[in-house]
């Protein structure tokens, strides 16, 4: 039986297990920076990552202790014997750290320092054996001694991450056990992912929906009485056309794209969106392709005085990187042989971060800075760095779909208002003309598509002859 593929909660909760970088980057996100909203995250259970970053990190930092008494140890009674195992175990974990990278200058250097961390520690190694048969005999012990209980840690701290990872892989693992710490930040992220107001910074107001694909745009006048439109009603009429189409979308909601210059302090209740212009209210449409991909598109409709605005940003955001991917089935390994040389200089740095993170934290509590946007989105960081093209193409068709959708329910609603936009009627039937497959005019035997096509003949051949000097077939103008 082939086995099911997993959520992408579970590969994000691998993902702070399997990756420290990644770890670092959602703690920094998430926890220490709790003035920050959080970004909207569509097919993820962020505080559940967020759980499982903090229990990533306290892993670590246990192992990191005797880790850390390791290398004094060896220090002290090996001299630079174990210098010189340091340096090659800073290299590996050099390599490991731009693993990740998709840049080839960054993949070659990681190639590098894995070699030359593999020379230093097997010269180390050569060494210290060598100078055992010495009267300098101690120090060489301690320098063979001091690298295998190093490597034991290193195995158990390797050890005690798989056991962790097939347990929120199970069934008996549920959101109950998160252990207490994470209530006040977690709870903080829950509140911003339930919540119909999305604070952003300048740059990035669609953070968290991945790139963007396509922008739409539309501005026209609108004939009829000033006041009769309500945009409230158009929207409402263009989320219930993108619900009836099966399949189209698994989330149609209304949010607030609300600046940071203007965020309320973060909270537990959700801010009002009562009296907040139109000019950051959108129509969020979710929709989800084939696998762990997902398209999102938001719509805006606003009238300033006798001008109708529609707008139309669709995004789209890749799967999740394939390290984080395995599902790790029965006798899998999840966290590969070759990322234990590595281990010992990431614990290290864990611990060694451990009293910066604390100092700044009790220097500038998150409850005295000002309310801030969102710096990245989780999701988006662990995706992968391009769009397979097929699920581009997908893309594109949602876009054009809800895009058809919107101006059919902005015309109606104008209709019924007693309201007439030519411009939007213009457009649409543009639109509506180019994605479907319908006879505009025929003329002198040609086939022309399209509400407005045309289709004109300079000569009719029934295309190339035997006569190679006969080439009047290729005048015909089927445009």
Do not use: K
């Not at 895009?403 to 213009?426: F, I």
């Amino acid at each position: 039986m082939s086995q099911q593929p997993p959520s992408v909660t579970w590969q994000l909760r691998a993902g702070v297990h399997l990756d420290p970088r990644y770890r670092n980057a959602v703690l920094n996100e998430l926890h220490e920076h709790e003035e920050r909203y959080s970004a909207p995250a569509y097919d993820v259970d962020t505080a559940a990552v967020l759980a499982e970053a903090l229990d990533a990190r306290r892993t670590a930092l246990r192992w990191a202790v005797p880790m850390a008494l390791l290398w004094i140890a060896g220090f002290l009674f090996a001299g630079w014997l174990f210098a010189l195992y340091a340096a090659g175990c800073a290299a590996l974990s050099g390599a490991a750290a731009l693993r990740p990278a998709r840049r080839p200058s960054a993949r070659v250097t990681a190639a590098a320092l894995r070699v030359l961390g593999g020379s230093v520690l097997a010269g180390s190694l050569a060494l210290a054996v060598a100078g055992a048969r010495t009267t300098d005999w101690p120090r060489a012990t301690a320098a063979l001694a001091g690298p295998v209980l190093i490597a034991a840690v290193a195995g158990a701290h390797r050890a005690a991450v798989e056991r962790r990872l097939r347990f929120i892989g199970s069934s008996a693992y549920s959101g109950s056990t998160r252990p207490p710490p994470v209530r006040g930040s977690g709870a903080l992220v829950l509140a911003d992912q339930t919540s119909a107001l999305v604070v952003h910074r300048d740059p990035t107001p669609f953070l968290g929906s991945g790139a963007v694909l396509d922008s739409l745009a539309l501005a026209t006048e609108v004939r009829g009485r000033p006041g009769a439109f309500d945009v409230s009603h158009a929207l409402a009429r263009a989320a219930r056309a993108v619900r009836a189409v099966p399949g189209l979308a698994t989330q149609v909601e209304e949010r607030f794209l609300l600046p940071e210059q203007e965020a309320p302090p973060r909270g537990l209740s959700h801010p009002r969106t009562e009296g907040l212009p139109d000019s950051i209210r959108w129509l969020r449409i979710v929709s989800r392709g084939l696998g762990p991909r997902l398209t999102t598109v938001f719509v805006q409709i606003r009238r300033d005085g006798p001008v109708l605005f529609v707008q139309q940003v669709t995004c789209a955001l890749p799967p999740v990187r394939r390290e984080f991917t395995a599902p790790g089935g029965p006798g899998a390994r999840l966290v590969p042989l070759g990322a234990v040389p590595a281990i010992p200089g990431q614990l290290l740095a864990e611990l060694a971060a451990w009293p910066v993170r604390r100092a700044r934290r009790l220097s500038s509590p998150p409850a005295h800075r000002p309310p801030d946007g969102p710096h990245l989105s989780i999701r988006e960081l662990a995706a992968e760095p391009d769009l397979p093209p097929l699920a581009a193409a997908e893309a594109q068709r949602i876009s054009r779909t809800v895009h058809l959708l919107v101006l059919d329910a902005v015309r109606q609603e104008l209709r019924e208002r007693g309201l007439s936009a030519p411009g939007l009627d213009d457009r649409w039937q543009e639109a509506y003309g180019n994605t479907g497959i319908y006879i505009g005019s025929m003329s002198g035997g040609t086939v022309a598509t399209g509400s407005q096509a045309h289709g004109t003949t300079h000569h009719t051949s029934p295309g190339p002859t035997t006569n190679p000097d006969d080439d009047s077939w290729e005048d015909d103008d089927l445009g």
